[in-house]
């Protein structure tokens, strides 16, 4: 800078408001000299304070929270809004009345509410049903007085079982289940279960105990947890995704293996094959669906990649300043690659056998030339090694009918995890880690199959207070074993 321009410093709130095109006349007065010279340092300094601002890659990876308002992008076109209610000729729906009624009462005036006059009892009458939490009366407390004999066969004391408690707890079959199911399957905070029992049901809890129970409840549970990953392991297709954890202060990640029926999570230190090779303990014969991540890449050859993925890393250079060369004709061949394939996988009925073949090899052939041909835009070059890697796995979908183009599924099962993880900031223990595993597993897999978390992991609790093991999880809600 020359001598003769003045020192001259940006104010904060002057950047804020030139970004946000909010800047006034007032603002502009007090910040730009007369001087053309030092006008030209101050725009230079404003160029690089919002340039500084703004440098920050954002991808289609990019937390929604890391990018600052002003870089999102803004609304869409308006759209007419759509009719609320249900479609002319759809048959209505509605809350469905209680099947008992547990009390009845009955509304009569002395007067009328206008004049206060007599009334003439006509005999008419109305019922409205009213469905409400009774009002908050305490824990149900139970003394069992239990009857202790001697057996002069087996030499010992025996005494009968009470199936009401895990032995020697103080707290209830149902109100473990319910503690539990509210912590680990719907991701409710510790100190907000306490605020329910302690002043709502005004049963007193500490925070201590509730923990002690909840690793006493997950050690029970784990056969079932273990039963859901073998089934995972024994799956025909099989969806997996991971992210990230807090465990005691480090990071961890979280993996999640999931099915239709079946959700299997695991928390562990690594994402890389350590993780994978406590999980897979036998071989893999299904198809594995993922995205990109090469720890994937030794579990098994039977592959279906991610499009979405890919889609998502198109848009992000088709909206960056990259986008040059030859990228338009990268990018417009490989969208036209995924049309073909899902044109190819809906008409797969309609078309015969031999036909189908060869358009899927024509296909696996557009992929591989499009993955050797000579490209120039860097990020052309990229992707094309990407689809010279796993070119024939993102294909895997056209050949297997039961076998979906996208991972959504694993990413919508990781979601209600990651919500937890916002609300408790992850696990503050390597016992609390195995916990969560373990009893988000099991409320996450009978979430799946439509079972009643409280009545299934209540009735467990029970058999395995009277018999000393757990039963068999149930395969859905008509089931019994």
Same mark, same amino acid.
């Given at each position: 800078?020359?001598?003769?321009?003045?020192?001259?410093?940006?104010?904060?709130?002057?950047?804020?408001?030139?970004?946000?095109?909010?800047?006034?006349?007032?603002?502009?007065?007090?910040?730009?000299?007369?001087?053309?010279?030092?006008?030209?340092?101050?725009?230079?300094?404003?160029?690089?304070?919002?340039?500084?601002?703004?440098?920050?890659?954002?991808?289609?990876?990019?937390?929604?929270?890391?990018?600052?308002?002003?870089?999102?992008?803004?609304?869409?076109?308006?759209?007419?809004?759509?009719?609320?209610?249900?479609?002319?000729?759809?048959?209505?729906?509605?809350?469905?009345?209680?099947?008992?009624?547990?009390?009845?009462?009955?509304?009569?005036?002395?007067?009328?509410?206008?004049?206060? $006059?007599?009334?003439?009892?006509?005999?008419?009458?109305?019922?409205?049903?009213?469905?409400?939490?009774?009002?908050?009366?305490?824990?149900?407390?139970?003394?069992?007085?239990?009857?202790?004999?001697?057996?002069?066969?087996?030499?010992?004391?025996?005494?009968?079982?009470?199936?009401?408690?895990?032995? !020697?707890?103080?707290?209830?079959?149902?109100?473990?289940?319910?503690?539990?199911? #509210?912590?680990?399957?719907?991701?409710?905070?510790?100190?907000?279960?306490?605020?329910?029992?302690? =002043?709502?049901?005004?049963?007193?809890?500490?925070?201590?105990?509730?923990? +002690?129970?909840?690793?006493?409840?997950?050690?029970?549970?784990?056969?079932?947890?273990?039963?859901?990953?073998?089934?995972?392991?024994?799956?025909?297709?099989?969806?997996?995704?991971?992210?990230?954890?807090?465990?005691?202060?480090?990071?961890?990640?979280?993996?999640?293996?999931?099915?239709?029926?079946?959700?299997?999570?695991?928390?562990?230190?690594?994402?890389?094959?350590?993780?994978?090779?406590?999980?897979?303990?036998?071989?893999?014969?299904?198809?594995?669906?993922?995205?990109?991540?090469?720890?994937?890449?030794?579990?098994?050859?039977?592959?279906?990649?991610?499009?979405?993925?890919?889609?998502?890393?198109?848009? !992000?250079?088709?909206?960056?300043?990259?986008?040059?060369?030859?990228?338009?004709?990268? !990018?417009?061949? #490989?969208? =036209?690659?995924?049309?073909?394939?899902? =044109?190819?996988?809906?008409?797969?009925?309609?078309?015969?056998?031999?036909?189908?073949?060869?358009?899927?090899?024509?296909?696996? $052939?557009?992929?591989? !030339?499009?993955?050797?041909?000579?490209?120039?835009?860097?990020?052309?070059? =990229?992707?094309?090694?990407? #689809?010279?890697?796993?070119?024939?796995?993102?294909?895997?979908?056209?050949?297997?009918?039961?076998?979906?183009?996208?991972?959504?599924?694993? +990413?919508?099962?990781?979601?209600?995890?990651?919500?937890?993880?916002?609300?408790?900031?992850?696990?503050?223990? +390597?016992?609390?880690?195995?916990?969560?595993?373990?009893?988000?597993?099991?409320?996450?897999?009978?979430?799946?199959?439509?079972?009643?978390?409280?009545?299934?992991?209540?009735?467990?609790?029970?058999?395995?207070?009277?018999?000393?093991?757990?039963?068999?999880?149930?395969?859905?809600?008509?089931?019994?074993?």
């Amino acid at each position: 800078m020359s001598d003769s321009i003045p020192a001259i410093v940006l104010d904060p709130a002057f950047v804020v408001a030139f970004r946000a095109g909010t800047v006034t006349r007032a603002q502009l007065d007090a910040v730009l000299p007369h001087d053309r010279g030092a006008i030209i340092f101050v725009m230079l300094q404003l160029s690089d304070a919002v340039g500084d601002a703004t440098s920050s890659p954002v991808g289609p990876h990019t937390p929604s929270g890391s990018v600052p308002p002003y870089a999102k992008p803004g609304p869409g076109p308006t759209k007419r809004p759509k009719k609320k209610g249900g479609k002319p000729g759809h048959p209505g729906s509605s809350r469905p009345p209680p099947e008992t009624i547990d009390k009845r009462v009955t509304h009569t005036l002395p007067a009328c509410p206008d004049c206060g $006059g007599e009334l003439k009892r006509t005999g008419q009458k109305r019922k409205r049903i009213i469905e409400d939490l009774p009002a908050a009366s305490g824990s149900e407390v139970t003394e069992h007085t239990i009857d202790r004999d001697w057996c002069p066969c087996c030499k010992k004391q025996v005494e009968p079982t009470v199936p009401d408690a895990l032995p !020697a707890c103080t707290l209830g079959n149902r109100t473990v289940a319910l503690s539990s199911w #509210l912590h680990y399957g719907l991701g409710t905070t510790t100190s907000q279960i306490l605020a329910v029992f302690n =002043r709502h049901l005004r049963m007193t809890l500490s925070e201590g105990g509730l923990t +002690e129970i909840w690793h006493r409840l997950a050690r029970v549970l784990r056969p079932w947890a273990d039963a859901i990953r073998d089934r995972c392991l024994d799956a025909g297709v099989l969806h997996a995704d991971e992210t990230g954890w807090r465990t005691n202060g480090e990071t961890w990640w979280l993996w999640c293996f999931t099915t239709p029926a079946d959700t299997y999570y695991h928390l562990h230190p690594s994402r890389g094959h350590a993780a994978l090779d406590e999980f897979f303990r036998k071989e893999f014969g299904g198809v594995l669906v993922t995205d990109f991540w090469k720890a994937y890449d030794k579990v098994t050859t039977r592959r279906q990649m991610c499009w979405p993925h890919l889609l998502r890393d198109l848009k !992000a250079v088709d909206d960056s300043r990259e986008a040059d060369t030859d990228w338009p004709d990268f !990018a417009g061949k #490989l969208r =036209r690659i995924y049309a073909d394939a899902i =044109r190819l996988d809906l008409a797969r009925d309609a078309v015969d056998a031999e036909a189908f073949a060869r358009r899927l090899d024509k296909l696996h $052939g557009r992929v591989g !030339a499009l993955a050797h041909a000579d490209w120039a835009n860097p990020h052309a070059k =990229r992707l094309a090694k990407r #689809l010279d890697h796993y070119g024939e796995p993102l294909l895997t979908f056209v050949e297997h009918p039961d076998v979906p183009s996208s991972n959504n599924h694993a +990413e919508r099962e990781v979601r209600p995890a990651v919500l937890m993880r916002k609300a408790s900031y992850g696990s503050q223990s +390597e016992q609390g880690a195995a916990t969560r595993a373990t009893l988000m597993t099991v409320f996450r897999t009978l979430h799946r199959r439509g079972l009643d978390p409280l009545k299934t992991v209540e009735a467990a609790l029970r058999t395995y207070a009277e018999t000393g093991t757990v039963p068999a999880m149930p395969e859905n809600p008509g089931s019994t074993g």
